[in-house]
């Protein structure tokens, strides 16, 4: 018999594979276990993927885990943003981004999740 904690990590884990059809889990395992560690990311990330899709149509995003080196347990989740804009216009994009969702956002991340781009 499952108990109220066993569902509820059923729950969980079922939210982490929901993502995985909209983001690449670099490392999976990783990435993974950093979600279920940090459950309040899995409201956050579908909300993330319909600012970043107004920005960056079609995104193809990833999620990976940034350890800080020069510190103990620091660690957050970034998504990744693979553009196929220019330099500039990605920028002028990430910066709209900000701007009209993330700043606001970011309190719900408590320091746990980044989001940054790659060419």
């Known amino acids: 018999m499952a108990t109220k904690r066993d569902v509820s990590n059923l729950t ?34 579908p909300e993330a993927l319909t600012h ?7 995104p193809k995003l990833s999620l990976e885990i940034f350890t800080n080196p020069e ?11 693979t553009s196929t804009y220019s330099p500039p216009e990605t920028l002028e994009k990430l910066n709209s981004l900000e701007d009209s969702w993330w700043l606001g956002a970011s309190e719900q991340a408590q320091n746990k999740l980044a989001i940054n781009v790659e060419f």
């Open 52 to 58: 970043i899709a107004q920005f960056f149509p079609s």
């Open 71 to 81: 510190t103990v347990n620091d660690q957050h989740l970034t998504i990744f943003i």
């Open 12 to 45: 969980i884990d079922s939210r982490v594979e929901g993502l995985q059809p909209h983001f690449e889990f670099r490392k999976l395992e990783e990435v993974s276990e950093f979600l279920l560690e940090n459950p309040f990311l899995l409201g956050l990330l």
